[in-house]
């Protein structure tokens, strides 16, 4: 069975662009979260999806945005970056109904310059 | 918010010493998670918790529930080189099984 797919790996932009991040979930997972870590605020929670639906929202500003399609793959697209932007990004899937347990992607690494 | 304490921050320990590390937090949890990151890749869950008390072991490691369901801790047994790593425990926000919130992580080295 294949794992949570991540692309790409690496990004590099300039200030003031914007970018999407794809994210394929494990088969059969119905739930897509977005997570961002880096070194001075760890790994914190952007939004989930299920269903094409956005069900949780975390603290971030509306640059951060997302969607999720019929096949359950979810986009993450960040507008206006901003140098405080470079970050992993890690998007994790989950069974629905099925408790807690989230499987990480291998995240895309973007540097804003 | 909800918030999780990790210690140790990082740990220094020879191959073959066991390992501790815990969480806490000021809040009950329902869920406790412990998950291994490697540098450069995403987060590995190692084992899930979703009872009071509950121990639970997967090979060398073993964690357990804490009664209070404010704390939770994990064991490493016979360390080897490859459990080095970045060491994370998480919880789920209240009212949402999904969203989890992550505790600051411990690194933790194997000395040969």
């Known amino acids: 069975k294949a794992g949570v797919t991540q692309t790409p790996r690496y990004l590099i932009k300039t200030r003031g662009q914007q970018v999407t991040l794809s994210c394929s979930p494990i088969?059969?997972?119905?739930?897509v979260s977005w997570y961002q870590q880096t070194p001075g605020q760890g790994l914190q929670f952007l939004f989930e999806y299920f269903s094409e639906t956005q069900r949780n929202k975390g603290n971030f500003p509306g640059r951060f945005s997302g969607r999720q399609f019929s096949n359950s793959r979810s986009e993450m697209n960040v507008s206006t970056l901003e140098l405080g932007d470079s970050a992993l990004y890690l998007c994790a899937s989950s069974l629905v109904g099925q408790g807690s347990e989230a499987f990480f992607g291998q995240g895309t690494r973007l540097t804003v310059v | 918010g909800q918030q999780l304490n990790q210690s140790p921050q990082s740990m220094f320990i020879q191959e073959g010493e066991d390992v501790s590390m815990n969480c806490t937090s000021s809040s009950i949890f329902n869920t406790w998670l412990w998950y291994k990151q490697d540098p450069g890749e995403g987060p590995v869950l190692l084992i899930a918790?979703?009872?009071?008390?509950e121990l639970t072991s997967n090979g060398r490691l073993t964690a357990q529930f804490g009664i209070t369901r404010k704390d939770s801790f994990l064991n490493i047994s016979a360390s080897i080189p490859s459990d080095v790593g970045i060491y994370f425990c998480?919880?789920?926000?209240?009212?949402?099984?999904?969203?989890?919130?992550f505790g600051s992580g411990t690194q933790l080295t194997v000395l040969p």
């Open positions: 088969s059969g997972h119905r739930s």
């Open positions: 918790l979703y009872k009071a008390g």
């Open positions: 998480a919880g789920p926000r209240v009212g949402s099984a999904r969203q989890l919130t």
